[in-house]
């Protein structure tokens, strides 16, 4: 146990001290209905391609005492990533668009490293040692689930947590501790009748309140899936090229919030919420790597990265976008060539259908010989 006690009032300053925007307390008991709805959804498929979430992952982060022996509470840190999206550079060009929590550094180090400093604080003032398991993002603590237990904000119909203070803009961190703390009272309020971001997902994928179907989700589409994008749903992506912020643009709770001062999350050089997509599509391997170290792009590698932008210059009507696609046809990346003949197959031009027809007779692939062909049936040259 440790030596002193802590007020709410107090585990919040701490939070703020080690660079956290909100910080509650919820007890560790097993989330049994979270595990219940995680293990329906991932059952009907609802989860998509994301196969390192099993039943055994969900079955033990709605567990905290498996993660953690000994645990007592569970704090739940949010640091809100919204930004001044700023000028936008020069250019004629078309353009993607990014989600906001990707612009700058990769939150998995920048909250975890808050976390520890709150770990350490916590310990200086309690006068104990304090064992712990942190999680963000990617560990198994499920912490959405946490943050509504703890009254940090409410679950969102578009399954985002919105918290009053700065809205759903938030990036969540969690840490399982074995010592008791004060605990606030879950949020009682609701997104009401509005359904807002339901209707705003162009690709549906919000199925019912709350309830996400991933593979629909343009997020899910343009990060976690790895192979091609479906062809019917391609065209609704629009210019998206990593995440999708649509659901959290016409939130109301979203109207009004905060930009708190993280750089951080400033966008990178030569990045932005709008990034030139010609230019896009023509990094190398070499400058993918330099361009994205330590940024959540990384995650989608090149060829993910290049697959979207290809998508999103089919999706511009953009002429200027040919001679780029049509380089692209030559990638050695499968996955960036297949797209990049399904962009060029919406632009119904000479110079678009004649590279198809190059391409058709040179390439080896399976997959993307199919979608060239699909492209030139698509531009009224048979294949």
């Known amino acids: 146990m440790a030596d002193r006690s802590i007020a709410q009032e107090e585990l919040q300053a701490l939070g703020r001290e080690a660079g956290l925007d909100l910080l509650r307390a919820a007890p560790a008991d097993p989330f049994a209905e979270t595990e219940r709805i995680y293990l329906e959804r991932h059952e009907a498929g609802l989860l998509g391609e994301m196969r390192w979430i099993t039943p055994e992952r969900i079955r033990r982060g709605c567990a905290p005492e498996e993660l953690l022996p000994g645990a007592r509470s569970i704090l739940?840190?949010?640091?809100?990533?919204?930004?001044?999206?700023?000028?936008?550079?020069?250019?004629?060009?078309?353009?993607?668009?990014?989600?906001?929590?990707?612009?700058?550094?990769?939150?998995?180090?920048?909250?975890?490293?808050?976390?520890?400093?709150?770990?350490?604080?916590?310990?200086?003032?309690?006068?104990?040692?304090?064992?712990?398991?942190?999680?963000?993002d990617s560990g198994p603590v499920v912490d959405r689930a946490v943050a509504a237990?703890?009254?940090?904000?409410?679950?969102?119909?578009?399954?985002?947590?919105?918290?009053?203070?700065?809205?759903?803009?938030?990036?969540l961190g969690a840490m399982i501790v074995d010592v008791p703390l004060p605990y606030a009272e879950p949020s009682r309020k609701s997104c009401g009748s509005c359904t807002r971001c339901m209707t705003?997902?162009?690709?549906?994928?919000?199925?019912?309140?709350?309830?996400?179907?991933?593979?629909?989700?343009?997020?899910?589409?343009?990060?976690?899936?790895?192979?091609?994008?479906?062809?019917?749903?391609?065209?609704?992506?629009?210019?998206?090229?990593?995440?999708?912020?649509?659901?959290?643009?016409?939130?109301?709770?979203?109207?009004?919030?905060?930009?708190?001062?993280?750089?951080?999350?400033?966008?990178?050089?030569?990045?932005?919420?709008?990034?030139d997509l010609i230019e896009l599509m023509g990094l190398s391997d070499e400058e993918f790597r330099i361009r994205f170290r330590n940024s959540p792009v990384k995650r989608t590698k090149r060829r993910g990265l290049l697959r979207n932008v290809a998508v999103a210059l089919g999706n511009s009507g953009d002429p200027q976008a040919i001679p780029a696609l049509v380089r692209a046809l030559d990638d050695h990346e499968p996955l960036v060539r297949g797209h990049a003949a399904w962009a060029?197959?919406?632009?119904?031009?000479?110079?678009?259908?004649?590279?198809?027809?190059?391409?058709?007779?040179?390439?080896?692939?399976?997959?993307?010989?199919?979608?060239i062909a699909a492209s030139l049936a698509n531009t009224g040259v048979a294949a």
């Open 76 to 136: 739940i840190g949010a640091v809100s990533y919204l930004v001044h999206e700023g000028v936008g550079r020069g250019g004629y060009g078309p353009r993607g668009k990014v989600a906001r929590y990707a612009l700058g550094d990769d939150y998995h180090d920048t909250v975890k490293l808050k976390l520890q400093a709150l770990h350490r604080a916590l310990e200086t003032h309690l006068g104990t040692p304090i064992r712990t398991r942190v999680s963000v």
């Open 149 to 171: 237990r703890a009254g940090l904000g409410w679950y969102g119909k578009n399954t985002n947590i919105l918290t009053p203070q700065l809205g759903s803009w938030v990036l």
């Open 200 to 275: 705003a997902c162009p690709t549906g994928a919000l199925i019912a309140p709350g309830v996400l179907d991933s593979r629909r989700c343009i997020s899910y589409l343009t990060i976690e899936l790895k192979g091609p994008i479906p062809r019917e749903l391609r065209p609704l992506i629009g210019n998206w090229i990593f995440g999708c912020d649509i659901c959290q643009e016409v939130c109301p709770v979203n109207r009004d919030a905060p930009v708190p001062s993280h750089p951080e999350h400033q966008a990178r050089p030569a990045w932005g919420h709008e990034p």
């Open 344 to 371: 060029l197959g919406q632009f119904l031009s000479v110079a678009s259908r004649r590279a198809l027809e190059a391409a058709l007779g040179r390439e080896t692939d399976p997959w993307v010989h199919e979608e």
